[in-house]
């Protein structure tokens, strides 16, 4: 592009033609010719973690990432804000397309560049791809990603010992599905709790089987108020003591859990009937209740939402204020607790809605005032 139009600059017979004219195609021509070309990514020599607070954790969405670039600047400033951990979603889709067929280039990208800034990551795997879905043309596109149904619980359990044994120096940690208290989550089937820990079973054997070391989460159970026999879910609360009715405890090493603040402050106690910070309390009971005491506890999703006209919304400050005090209120009081994990790091573009305001950095790398804060936080930099 830059040559042809240089050559044809020369053809022009320049005592006509203004100089200015001939820097400004030159510029242009530029401009044009860098302006398109991808940046290279030097994967550089591996970081630490600097923080004093090891609870820190962000759930990325990086599987929606299409520059690598990008990919790794989030890994970068996720370690600079101080996080040890990250959650990221790796859907069964994207990776096995064709059955036995694994494309593994994105998520190893992925792997990669948190391995390189020192980051732990916690694989979430879901969705079913094209070749697993039924073929009832009475099931929507949309509603057939999540239609996971019993004769492919067998597959997807084959999917989840792939996956720990591709990362198997990489990943100890999956979460089998998501939100499985959700009907959205089943395709809005009928998928009662024996379903769930139905696939537990298959995907805890050929995951261990694959990484005897790999730690198995249950959940992350949605916080929900439904009531029996809605169409749209099932009380996680209600849900987990269902699980262990259908023998769960045998599937899985530790729970992950979605508890999100809302209007309350973090430190608001804990209520079946209200849906607040420290819900989670009500679900570790029901682990002690159950003999599992000894098993950890991640907070997979978690934070407040500062959107000026979203309901369930706080104000900027509070966001930042409420935010600090849950992580401060984890350590102090939940040994049981592994990570806390705020939603969402950065969205790759705007949603143009409430989602925009969980976030911590802009689509664009800009850093939030609640980015700095949950920084200044973690790396012991308050004054």
Known sequence: ?????????????????????????????????????????????????????????????????VEEWKIQRTMQMVREMGATTIVEFFPWPYIEPQQGVYNWGHSDMIVRHARAQGLTVIARLGMVPEWAQPNDPEIDHATSLTHLGPDRFYDFGQFVGAFAGHYKDDIQH????????????????????????????????????????????????????EPVGSQY????????????EWGVKDYFDALAVHTYGFKFPPEEPPDPAVLDFRRVELLRQIMVENGDAAKPVFITESGWNDHPRWTKAVRPAQRIEYTLNAFRYAEDHWPWLTSLCVWNFRYPAPTHSFPDYFTLVSPDFVPKPIYIEIQNWARGWEK
Not at 31 to 49: C, E, N, W
Not at 184 to 190: D, K, L, P, R, T
Not at 196 to 217: C, G, R, T
């Open 1 to 65: 592009m830059l040559t042809s139009i240089v050559k044809r600059v020369r053809a022009i017979h320049l005592g006509t033609v203004m100089p200015w004219v001939v820097r400004a195609l030159i510029v242009v021509a530029l401009f044009y010719t860098t302006a398109h070309r991808r940046p290279y990514v030097i994967l550089g020599p591996s970081q630490s973690i600097q923080t004093q607070h090891s609870v820190t954790c962000v759930h990325t969405r990086l599987t929606d990432e």
């Open 174 to 225: 999956i979460i089998v599905w998501n939100e499985p208290n959700l009907a959205y989550e089943w395709g809005y089937q009928n998928a009662p709790p024996q379903w769930y820990v139905s696939v537990l079973q298959f995907a805890y054997s050929e995951a261990h089987k694959a990484n005897p070391d790999v730690i198995v989460l249950a959940g992350a159970l949605a916080p929900t108020l």
């Open 233 to 244: 879910g099932t009380n996680e609360l209600d849900y987990l003591r269902s699980l262990y």
